[in-house]
């Protein structure tokens, strides 16, 4: 169903694979031990990510440790042809893709059910969906799963809700919340990519703008400070209490006006911004009271899951006329005068194409090297009944991965003196 076969995308994808293979080098090891010691013969693992040329690391590595992979995007919008079109071609039967580029959503649940079809072992996702399909529409397979993999926030809360309502049976290795993934994935990746994404799209400068970043988690701090960085006046918007898995809004408010932002409420920011952000997980941030007070020309975008954080039916309700004016950027000429820009129709904007790349391949280095090392777990587990439920990544794991990374960068560090490592101890014990 990938069905690009364009041998010149095909050729351009396998240039971009090599390029990712030349700076991916943790994953490259990884590949390396699996080829000797193959944790996935015999096995199937079923995957929805999105589809360009950093997961395609990720898929040879599987494939070249004895598994037979299907893979599919999780998103509608961010395959890159040309990976889909080399990977197609590479070891069909052994690899095999379901994805393009600008998906409807009946297309885009089409190929999260040829994966499924493939009647995977193991299930690797990024915000859940092939787990909720499977779960929905295929119970009769879940017996075939020993477990499964998930990549981001948005994921593990939907994860986790399934888990209270007793819905969930499989386990799940919480992917996201490991330490050396949210630090550095979402934090610097998002950041980076995002930022990049708007610069591409729009070609405006950030210096002298107000951006308001909506959310100061992992992504939300990343995204605040490469603003900076680049001569933005930074505004953040948080929310009262704990709505992500981690510390509460109150919290990274303060957080962020100790760093130096201008902390506002969603009508002071919505007055003032000149770039809009979201990175919540969370739906409807930007609404029509927003839209409303908005000032002419602003530019509206999305980097947290799905296409939701933005109103954007409201904001078309809200328009005389709404037009493509370059890709991946939409004009909304509201009734009150003013031109809103919206940009990769309000999807993650550091993903959808052209314009979007992607996470830096160095960081996705990382994150996937936890995600094969936890795929590795899982096909230990068989034949071992894990529990039903959301597990975290070992710390074993974690720890290695950080460290992996700081080898490839030449960075080794000192280990504590024995004096050193006793005096830590006894602390430890009056506590
Ligand atoms: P997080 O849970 O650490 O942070 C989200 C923050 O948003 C929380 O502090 C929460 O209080 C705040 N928030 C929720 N509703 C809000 C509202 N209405 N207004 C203002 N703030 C609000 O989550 P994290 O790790 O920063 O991820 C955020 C989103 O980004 C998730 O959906 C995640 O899946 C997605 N993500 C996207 C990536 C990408 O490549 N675009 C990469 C990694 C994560």
Known sequence: ?????????????????????SH??????????????????????????????KTGILLRTLRDGGATVFGASCNPNTTDDAT???LAEESPGRLEVFAWAGQTNDEYYECIDAVLDGHPNIVID???????????????????IIGACEE???????LKAMQKDGALKLPVYAVNNAHSKYLLDNQFGTAQSAIEAIMKATNTIIAGKVAVVYGYGWCGRGAA????????????????????PHESGQNRALCAMYEGYRVMNHKEAAAVGDIFLTVTGNKH???????????????????????????????RAMSKKVEEVKDNITAYHLKNGKTLYLLSEGRLVNLARPSGQGHPME????????????????????????????????????DATAARILKTRGIVLDKPTKEQVAYAEEWKEGT
């Open 1 to 21: 169903m990938s069905k690009i076969k364009h041998p010149e995308l095909a050729a351009r994808g396998r240039q971009e694979l090599a390029w990712a293979e």
């Open 285 to 315: 941030v930007i609404r029509a009271e927003h839209f409303e007070l908005m000032k002419d020309g602003a530019i509206l975008c999305n980097a947290g899951h799905f296409n939701v954080e933005i109103d954007e039916p409201a904001l």
């Open 84 to 86: 889909v079109a080399a």
């Open 152 to 158: 981001t926030t948005t994921g593990i809360v939907r």
């Open 24 to 53: 991916m080098p943790v994953l490259m090891d990884i590949r390396k031990e699996f080829i000797k010691t193959q944790p996935f013969k015999g096995l199937k693992i079923g995957i929805a990510l999105h589809l360009e040329k």
């Open 225 to 244: 400070s490469r603003f900076k960085g680049l001569g933005a006046q930074v505004g953040v918007v948080e929310v009262e209490g704990t709505l992500g």
């Open 363 to 398: 960081i996705m280095d990382g994150s996937f090297a936890i995600q094969a090392l936890c795929c590795e777990l899982v096909a230990k587990s068989k034949g071992k009944k894990l529990a039903p439920g959301v597990m975290d990544v070992p710390k074993e794991i974690d």
């Open 126 to 144: 990024d915000g859940c969906d092939l787990t909720m399909r499977l779960h929905e529409k295929r119970p009769a397979q879940l017996k075939e």
